[in-house]
């Protein structure tokens, strides 16, 4: 608060036991319209790995890469390893990053709606420059585009499906975002398939065809209705009571709504929710919002996904079986996604974080003893041990799905107050999306460095956010979203940091960074 003023409490009591409503298609509809902006980011992740595969468009704007991959004698591991091919895949991701901080106070002043707009629209233009790109400057242009539409959209629409879910059913209804991403990334592989076979020019409809999702984000967008959150936090009081009342189906929503007007009232005070966020009683949401999205990262998936045909062409798959299991990995990676829908809000985001974990570092271990033991320079894999990596990278991709792959979204974007909800959502887009620019730019370059070393790599990293999640992770199911400051406060560990008197909270000087929680 400018001026070292004492600000409004926030959320002063727990009313969560005096929340009613239920599920009604108004909210279901305006969850699946907005959940949409998650196919834009499993779309790109799962066209991508297919492209750089494609002959024809190696030939065009990566000849080098071209002939390198004819070269029989040529490390198994190494024959994609080009810094210029990694750009065309990271560029995006960087571009995301800036644009994400750019979205949130966009957000944050005039709604989420208008973020999830601008998201589909930039989307949609850097699909059309793909599409029909003449030369590397105009495809690295419409990746930034695509870029720019990603940082929008996964700023706005976790934060969107949050506000709009009922607290019994946030996770679930949270996780239609995740369960777009993966349709994407399986669409994208299916398309992938079948454009390889339309030589030279295939690869062109493969990238266009992301103009669909971007098309349904932008004109679903527009008929959205807001958030009552951002409506309250934003003078409108009534308004968003009405949609409040509207998605909640019920009249009885005082005990809600209060919640979100003492909420708004707080973040209406503070003016530079970036500062405020640093204060000791924001610091377990800072915290989780910087390693919870670089976890995901690290598990390894992306590269999986961005490179699953180069990868299984690394490993001596041929050009049609390498997209075929990449398909196939598409397809166990979306289905997954229904076990976390209809366990998240019964066993927790805790249980499936750390099972999935397990689960995952087993299926690292077994690829990287296989690939260690069977397979080497001018090697191929036999077809009893080529079918036994795809049956163990699906179980990884399942494992991820229904674990880290949504949770990794869904708990930062539900875990911050109203004040930096905004800001807290686009640290954790920019962190996701810088930690998936480093491993798409390095990723090849590891993989020919460590070769199957490389599934250990991830397999350690795994351990390591496995072990935070069951130490410093508080289970958030069944929380208001409104009401999270209470949880920090009964944890074990985050109870030393976060103040027990609400009163403290806010005093805070932002101009200057001093009072007694300042840093």
Partial sequence: MAGGSIGPAGVAKERAEQYQGRVTCSVIIACVIAAVGGSLFGYDIGISGGVTSMDGFLKKFFHGVYEKKQRAHENNYCKYNDQGLSAFTSSLYLAGLVSSLVASPITRIYGRRISIICGGSSFLIGAILNATSINLAMLLMGRIMLGVGIGFGNQAVPLYLSEMAPTHLRGALNMMFQLATTS??????????????????????????????????????????????????????????????????????DAEFEDMVEASELANSIKHPFRNILIKRNRPQLVMAILLPAFQILTGINSILFYAPVLFQSMGFGRNASLYSSAVTGAALCSSTFIAIATVDRLGRRFLLISGGIQMITCQVIVSIILGVKFGDNQKLSKVFSVLVVIVICLFVVAFGWSWGGLGWTIPSEIFPLETRSAGQSITVAVNLLFTFVIAQVFLSLLCAFKFGIFLFFASWILVMTIFVYFFLPETKGVPIEEMIFLWRKHWFWKKIVPGNPNDDTQYEEGKGVGPNSI
């Fill in 184 to 253: 994407g990334v399986f669409t994208a592989n299916m398309v992938n398939y079948g454009t390889q076979k339309l030589k030279p020019w295939g690869w062109r409809l493969s990238l266009g065809l992301a103009a669909v999702p971007a098309v349904l984000m932008t004109v679903g967008g527009i008929y959205l209705s807001e958030t009552p959150n951002s409506l309250i936090e934003r003078g409108m009081r009534d308004k968003g009571r009405k949609v409040l009342e509207k998605i909640r189906g019920t009249k009885n929503v």
